[in-house]
DNA sequence: GCATGGCTTGCACGTTTGTGCACGGTTATC
DNA sequence: GATAACCGTGCACAAACGTGCAAGCCATGC
């Protein structure tokens, strides 16, 4: 590990440039005062640093400092809707993540969102078979990843088929996120495509809780395969202004319900 | 000459260049001139030591001494960088790629640049451990996407492992363009890390031929695990500007060499 | 002996790179 | 809308750089 910076101790250019990276990487953020004073050098020497950096795309240069770039994956077209009502969901469905935890991660925008919202130092494995989660949280601290192979389905923008279905079936979560298509207090949780089907079920059943993040209209939809049933299904994430009629038959139902 | 005679300190280069070598290793890095002073020669000799390390990729040279060579920076930053010396390679390593072929691509900042640039209308079948190249290809019209599985490496961004092995194995490609660390015209290709060489290995040996893509530095520098004999590299895509000697042995080899 | 060639070394040269400072413009913050 | 902090640029200077070269050393062989 890199000692505290000594008085008196001389850093070569270039050292000083990895050192702030590895700063960058560990806090997110650098001050140029703060590093002059710590490499007792000019802010001037900083500056031309970051600004190097940034050149490199390495970090972002802002006032007063430097911003590690937290590159996003290319957003699918359906991500790019409603990213805001998303992200408050997601925001309150890893409030339900415990240390240690292993968790589910499905394929779809909401869970993306779910992905990037989990937060750091919790030790979490993530098991998923969407190559935009996984993407999503390599090289975050504290995060074990481990993904779901199989033939990519694009119209889903994960894994399925046999392939995918056994390696599900080799694991044991704690916490399960389907993606959700349509979801009814009564008969549970259903989805538009077949082999999907057999995944999310998978998944649900190799996992101790199941947490259904889904936009008011999933609630009143309806899709063409049943997939769970309302058992199953612990926790519910949903929108305030959501029908108080089908969230106490979802209460009644015996889950647990979030409003955001 | 001008320097004062000390009996008994006289030290051979390769001496010298050892204990430098120790001393880089136990302080992370060395100052040309503190290495003068101690070994009592001019800097030129030691700056000639640390160019003739630095060829052998056991240091890193840079302004004012040398760093030990830290490991690899996270597939994300490797990602942003270079991007147009890797465009281009990628340009001519897709022109390899025939109609309704099985690509293997490994992880690499190098191939997602390869995947990014492949042409639509083919009907290829890409194989691949590395989530950012599977979310690259996704929805992209004409391919099938196969994703292979397992616990992903932040290091390498992609997914290592048996599960991954397995996978692999089961699998037969046309093409294969695995990730360089190291190249060499007699022995091959070479990798960093243990858990990688498995995994490439399987997948050169799944293949009908095997493409290299390398950026110049790649052909001169060294790595630790033996990962492919030279024999079984069909194609080297290099940049303009690389050692006609060393593309000359790459020849020799009977490696078809593209020139970007 | 001494000539030869390989190797290392220090020096001189011109070039590149890093640094701090002064200047005037820009941006946050109250 | 004033103030202070921060910015980029141009500049001068010093340190570090690579290269070419000649001197020194040593082993080898005539």
Not at 120 to 127: F, I, M, P, S
Not at 135 to 160: D, H, M, Q, S, T
Request: hydrophobic share 45%; glycine share 8%; with cysteine.
């Amino acid at each position: 590990m890199t000692l505290p910076e000594v008085p008196g101790e001389a850093t070569l250019p270039r050292e000083r440039q990895d050192r702030i990276l590895e700063r960058l990487r560990r806090h997110g953020r650098v001050i140029a005062a703060d590093l002059a004073l710590e490499f007792r050098v000019s802010e001037d020497s900083i500056r031309r640093d970051l600004r190097e950096l940034a050149a490199r795309s390495l970090c972002k240069r802002v006032y007063g400092g430097a911003l590690l770039i937290r590159d996003i994956p290319p957003i699918a077209e359906r991500r790019r809707e409603q990213v805001e009502r998303k992200r408050a969901l997601a925001a309150v469905a890893v409030s339900l993540v415990g240390r240690r935890q292993i968790l589910f991660i499905d394929a779809g925008s909401t869970n993306s969102a779910i992905a990037a919202a989990l937060p750091d130092g919790h030790e979490l494995t993530v098991v998923t078979n969407a190559p935009d989660v996984a993407l999503a949280l390599i090289g975050r601290p504290g995060f074990e990843v481990l993904c779901i192979g199989g033939r990519i389905e694009p119209k889903i923008g994960g894994a399925v088929g046999s392939m995918a279905l056994r390696q599900i079936q080799g694991i044991r979560a704690d916490l399960c996120f389907p993606g959700v298509c349509a979801a009814d207090a009564q008969t549970g949780l259903w989805t538009f495509d077949a082999e999907e089907v057999v995944l999310k079920r998978a998944m649900i059943e190799a996992s101790g809780e199941t947490v259904l993040v889904a936009t008011g209209e999933k609630l009143i939809t309806a899709a063409t395969h049943h997939t769970a049933p309302v058992e199953s299904l612990t926790h519910l994430v949903v929108e305030r202004g959501t029908d108080p009629a089908v969230l106490d038959a979802w209460r009644a139902a015996g889950t647990s319900v979030h409003v955001v």
